[in-house]
Structure formats: C-alpha cells, structure tokens
C-alpha cells in the first residue's frame, strides 16, 4: 500500500513539472532505444499515463493542492483554468491574466477592453490579506 502511494506521489509530481508535456516525454524516453530506465521508470511511466488519459482535466489548483496538502490558499472565484502556478516563499496562486479576461469574456457581449476593466477593477484590485493571487500580466 506504501509503495502504490509513494507512486502516485511520484506521479503527480511528474504531472506537476512536465504538465502537458508529459505524455510527449514518456514517449520520446520509451522510443530513445539509447536510454535504459529501470522497471520502477515503467510503473511511474504508466501511472502517469493512466491519470492523465482517463480523467477529467488535471487543473493546475489540483496539481499545487495535492504537493501541499496542509498549506491554504486564497483562490479567485471562477477562475481555476487561469491558475499557472504557486509563490513557492510566500504560498500564494499565480493567475495568468490572459486566461483571466478570456474567462471574463465567456459572459455575453463582453468585449476585451470591458473584460480588462473588470478584472482590473473588481479582480486585481482587491486585497484580501498577505495570500492574495499573484496576476501574471502575460498578456502583451
């Protein structure tokens, strides 16, 4: 039972560095006949392989909750899509504001000057303590 937990340890953090690339260096490990990986890599390989071709989308709030189970975190309402990562020093999410305004504007008629005002009236500029998200400006 130990060692099935330690695996999907390993393999959710796998998941976690790789993300969507994951799959793609699996393959290109298992087909580079010049490396050998021990059955321990194989198991690891597999288990990675199953979660992330037979459930539903892996968010990145998933990945970051899993490796910090005891750790809380203040998230933005509605916007778990737009999560790409964590302040490792001060804990805290960090939002893509790209994915942020393309969620916003998912509401009818919501052009994307009036989904920035948004966002940055009522989604950046509200402080909710020393764990308030990070906004990743990635959108020039």
């Known amino acids: 039972m130990k060692e099935d937990e330690e695996l999907e340890k390993k393999a959710q953090h ?15 490990t298992r087909n580079n006949t010049a490396l ?10 597999e288990r990675v392989e199953s979660i992330l071709k037979n459930t539903e989308p892996y968010l990145m709030i998933d990945k970051i909750m899993d490796m910090y189970p005891d750790e809380q975190f203040l998230s933005a309402d509605g916007f778990h899509d737009a999560i790409i990562g964590l302040d490792l020093p001060s804990m805290r999410l960090i ?3 790209s994915k942020v305004i393309e969620i916003i504007m998912k509401e009818p008629e919501m052009s994307e000057g009036e989904a920035y005002e ?3 009236f009522n989604v950046a500029g509200s402080y909710m303590g020393e764990k308030t998200p990070i906004w990743c400006y990635d959108n020039f």
């Not at 796998?14 to 290109?28: D, P």
């Open 36 to 45: 050998y990986f021990p059955p321990v890599h194989n198991d690891l390989f």
């Open 14 to 28: 796998f998941i976690t560095i790789f993300g969507e690339h994951s799959l793609e260096i699996i393959e290109k």
């Open 118 to 120: 948004h966002f940055e």
């Open 95 to 97: 939002y893509s504001v």
